[in-house]
C-alpha cells in the first residue's frame, strides 16, 4: 500500500497556493515526491474553471462590489463552474498519479465524492450524489463541490467541503453554475460547528480508506 503525504497547512492565500499545487505537480510527474494531500483554507475568493466566460456570468456581484467585500477573484485552471472559498471552508488539494491502475477521470471525481460521503456518515449526515451534478449534497443542498485538474494524470485543484464557513457570499455567485439548489454546511445541518481539526482527521481516514493509502 502506497503512502499519503498530508499537509494541514492552515488559512492560505489562493494564489500561493496555486504555487504549492504547481510545484507539487511538477515534483510528483519528475517522481521526486510521491502521492500527497494538502488540507487548508483561503481567504474569501471566487474561483472561476476553465471555462471562464461561463463561470464570469455567474458572478452575480460586481468587481466594485468584491472589492468592498474583500473578495478577490481568480482564474483557477480546473473543471467546474464558480465557486467560492472562504475561512470555515475545509479546501482538499490532492496531488496524486492516478497512473497505471487508475486512469478514468470519472471515476477520480466519484471517488473524491465517495470520500466526502463518508466523511459526512461519520458525522450522522446521509449525504449523497445527484443524477447528472458533481458534489455532495444533503437534501436538496450541496455540501462539498469538486473541480480537478490532470495533467499527465497527476491530479490538482479537488474539494471544498463547507465546515462552517459564512454561507453569505454563496449569494453573491451561482454556485458551480446551478441555479435551483442551495448550499449547505455541516454547521447548519448539525447545528454546531464540529472542530476543523476533527473534520480534517475524517478527510484523511476516507482518502485512504477510498485510495487505498496510508497517511503520513
Known amino acids: 500500500m502506497n503512502s499519503l503525504e498530508v499537509t494541514r497547512a492552515g488559512l492560505v492565500p489562493y494564489e500561493a497556493a496555486l504555487a504549492l499545487q504547481a510545484d507539487q505537480v511538477t515534483a510528483r510527474k ?5 502521492d500527497s494531500l494538502l488540507l487548508l483554507q483561503h481567504p474569501p475568493v471566487i474561483t472561476l474553471g476553465v471555462k471562464v466566460r461561463q463561470s464570469r456570468e455567474h458572478v452575480l456581484a460586481t468587481d466594485d462590489v468584491l472589492r ?5 477573484l481568480y482564474e483557477a485552471g480546473r473543471g467546474g463552474d464558480v465557486t467560492y472559498h472562504g475561512p470555515g471552508q475545509l479546501v482538499g ?10 486512469m478514468d477521470a470519472h471515476r477520480y471525481v466519484r471517488d473524491l465524492e465517495e470520500a466526502l460521503i463518508g466523511v459526512c456518515a461519520d458525522f450522522g449526515l446521509a449525504a ?15 455540501v462539498a463541490a469538486i473541480g480537478v485538474r490532470l495533467s499527465r494524470w497527476v491530479t490538482s485543484h479537488g ?11 454563496f449569494g453573491l ?20 460547528a464540529p472542530p476543523m481539526d476533527g ?5 484523511i481516514h476516507h482518502m485512504c480508506r477510498v485510495f487505498d493509502r496510508n497517511p503520513c
Do not use: M, Q
Not at 455567485?173 to 454546531?192: A, N
Not at 473534520?199 to 478527510?203: A, H, K, N, T
Open 128 to 142: 449523497t450524489r445527484k443524477p447528472g451534478l458533481t458534489g455532495v449534497w444533503v437534501g436538496e443542498e450541496k
Open 199 to 203: 473534520v480534517e482527521d475524517r478527510v
Open 93 to 102: 488539494y490532492p496531488i496524486l498519479d492516478l497512473k497505471p491502475d487508475r
Open 30 to 34: 519528475a517522481g521526486t515526491i510521491g
Open 68 to 72: 468592498a467585500r474583500g473578495i478577490a
Open 173 to 192: 455567485i451561482v454556485p458551480c453554475g446551478i441555479t435551483d439548489r442551495g448550499v449547505t454546511s455541516l454547521e447548519r445541518l448539525l447545528g454546531t
Open 159 to 169: 474539494f471544498a467541503l463547507n465546515v462552517a464557513p459564512d454561507l453569505d457570499p
